[in-house]
């Protein structure tokens, strides 16, 4: 099973909205409603940001947000804020196993 | 509250064996799949596999079976994972990470364990 792809990185202004992209294929993200996005801060367990393409769980904030087209999903984080610096990477259901991306690496300007 | 705390650092020498626990509170262990998580230094998230806590049952990703092994004790509400014949390459910090509802997503994760490998 091959990592879904993610850009390295991506920047923002604060204030500004970010979209991180992650392709993947018909086995995987076209076929199944179970993308998931994990924010990761520098030396700290990931975190869950959206699931099943477009939740959130409870104390996420709604800036954060995910849909998903065809074989590509993505998040998109409004209203940038100096904490949402963090590495970010999503994450799919690939029938009875998971792929993650590689991550991108996200940094406010 | 929901949490999971795993075992602590490990320094290991190539070809010896480690085993990290993963111990779960605040909910009940055996309603929810647990995941492990590999992240080598500098590098991407890598799923390893899930053990399925009702019945034992594991699940290795490719690049996974065989020298890595998944186990339970429910009677304390804790996952292992055991790794044996270590490698160089195996130095990373390993996750678990429960699934909100099989499958679904990793909405708890432990607090991750770094193992090093060296001579």
């Known amino acids: 099973q091959s990592a879904l792809t993610q850009p390295a990185s991506v920047s923002g202004s604060p204030g500004q909205s970010i979209t991180i992209s992650c392709t993947g294929t018909s086995s995987d993200v076209g076929s199944y409603n179970l993308v998931s996005w994990y924010q990761q801060h520098p030396g700290k367990a990931p975190k869950l940001m959206i699931y099943e393409g477009s939740k959130r769980p409870s104390g996420v904030s709604n800036r954060f947000s995910g849909s998903k087209s065809g074989n590509t999903a993505s998040l998109t984080i409004s209203g940038l804020q100096a904490e949402d610096e963090a590495d970010y990477y999503c994450c799919s259901y690939a029938g009875s196993s998971w792929v993650f991306g590689g991550g991108t690496e996200l940094t406010v300007l | 509250q929901v949490q999971l705390v795993q075992s602590g650092s490990e320094l290991k020498k190539p070809g010896a064996s480690v085993k990290v626990s993963c111990k779960a509170s605040?909910?009940?262990?055996?309603?929810?799949?647990m995941n492990w998580v590999r992240q080598a230094p500098g590098q991407g998230l890598e799923w390893m596999g899930w053990i399925n806590t009702k019945t034992g049952n594991p699940t290795y990703a490719q690049g996974f079976t065989g020298r890595f092994v998944f186990s339970l004790d429910t009677s304390v509400r804790t996952a292992y994972l055991q790794i044996s014949s270590l490698k160089a390459d195996d130095t990373a910090v390993y996750y678990c990470?429960?699934?909100?509802?099989?499958?679904?997503?990793?909405?708890?994760w432990g607090q991750g364990t770094m193992v090093t490998v060296s001579s």
């Open positions: 605040g909910y009940t262990f055996t309603t929810y799949a």
């Open positions: 990470a429960r699934d909100l509802s099989f499958p679904d997503a990793f909405d708890i």
